[in-house]
C-alpha cells in the first residue's frame, strides 16, 4: 500500500512544485506517466524517503516515510524498499554477485550467500554472476539491478523508467520479470514511464498521469 497526500517538493534554487496524490493498494501495479520534468522521478525518490517533502505526507507499506530520521530512513529503505534507479549504479569494482552482497551490507544485515544464489538463479544471472557490470547487455544490467533490489524481499518495488534503453524485446521481458517478481513477493509495484509499450504490456495496471509542471503551476 501507499498513499501520498499534498506532497511538495523544494530542490535548491529552484520554486517548489506540488505532486499528485498518489494511491495503490498492496500487490498492485501503478504506472506513473507523463512528459519529461513533470516530477515522476521526484515522486519516487519521495516514495523510497530519497528526498524529504517540503509538506505532504507519503505512507509507504505502513510507514509514514517523514516521521523517520536519517539513518533510520536508510535503513527501512534497505530492508522494505527495492529501488530500481534509472542510472542503474552498479559498481564496476565488483562482480555481479558482489553488486548484489551490497544490498545486504546497505541494510546492515550479514550476507545470506543461499538467498543471493537463489536470486541469482530466478533472474537468469547464474551464468553471469562473476562478470563485471560492463561485461553484460543492457537488458542483463537491468537484470542484475532488479536482482539487488529484490533481495531482501521487498514489499515495494520503484522502478523508474525500466525500459528507457531496451530494445522490443528486451523491454518485453524486463516488464514480464518485474511484474513476476512483484507477484511472488506480493509486492506493491510503480513504475515511472513515458515508454508507450510499457502501458500496452500491462493494460490492467492502474495509471497516473503526471501534467507538465507548467500547467499545474498555473492551475
Ligand atoms: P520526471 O521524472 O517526470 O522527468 P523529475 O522528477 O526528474 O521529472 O523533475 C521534476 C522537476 O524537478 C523538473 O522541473 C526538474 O528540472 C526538477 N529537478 C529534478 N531533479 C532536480 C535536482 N536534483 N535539482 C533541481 N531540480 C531538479
Ligand atoms: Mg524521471
Known amino acids: 500500500m501507499i498513499e501520498s497526500r499534498g506532497l511538495r517538493c523544494a530542490y535548491p534554487g529552484s520554486d517548489p512544485f506540488s505532486l499528485p496524490d498518489v494511491d495503490v493498494a498492496q500487490g498492485g501495479t501503478l504506472l506513473l506517466?507523463?512528459?519529461s520534468g513533470s516530477g515522476k522521478s521526484t515522486w519516487l525518490a519521495l516514495a523510497a524517503g530519497l528526498l524529504t517533502p517540503s509538506a505532504g505526507e507519503i505512507v509507504v507499506a505502513g510507514q509514514s516515510v517523514g516521521a523517520l530520521g536519517g539513518a533510520a530512513r536508510d535503513a527501512w529503505r534497505a530492508r522494505h524498499i527495492g529501488f530500481l534507479p534509472q542510472r542503474l549504479h552498479l559498481s564496476e569494482a565488483l562482480t555481479v554477485a558482489d553488486n548484489l552482497a551490497l544490498a545486504f551490507y546497505a541494510a546492515g544485515l550479514p550476507v545470506d550467500q543461499a538467498a543471493l544464489a537463489r536470486t541469482l538463479d530466478t533472474l537468469g544471472l547464474k551464468e553471469l554472476?562473476?562478470?563485471?557490470?560492463?561485461?553484460l547487455s543492457g537488458g542483463q544490467a537491468q537484470r542484475a539491478?532488479?536482482?539487488?533490489?529484490?533481495?531482501?524481499?521487498?514489499?515495494?518495488?520503484?522502478?523508474d523508467e525500466p525500459t528507457a534503453s531496451l530494445d522490443d524485446d528486451t523491454c518485453a521481458n524486463a516488464l514480464a520479470l518485474l511484474r513476476q517478481t512483484a507477484d511472488t513477493l506480493e509486492a506493491t509495484l510503480v513504475m515511472a514511464t513515458h515508454d508507450a509499450r510499457v502501458c500496452?504490456?500491462?493494460?490492467?495496471?492502474q495509471a497516473l498521469v503526471f501534467e507538465a509542471l507548467s500547467a499545474r503551476s498555473a492551475a
Do not use: E, M, Y
Not at 554472476?129 to 561485461?135: E, L, T
Open 129 to 135: 554472476a562473476r562478470r563485471r557490470p560492463s561485461q
Open 33 to 35: 506517466r507523463g512528459p
Open 145 to 159: 539491478a532488479l536482482a539487488r533490489a529484490v533481495l531482501l524481499r521487498p514489499k515495494v518495488i520503484l522502478a
Open 200 to 205: 500496452q504490456a500491462l493494460p490492467h495496471a
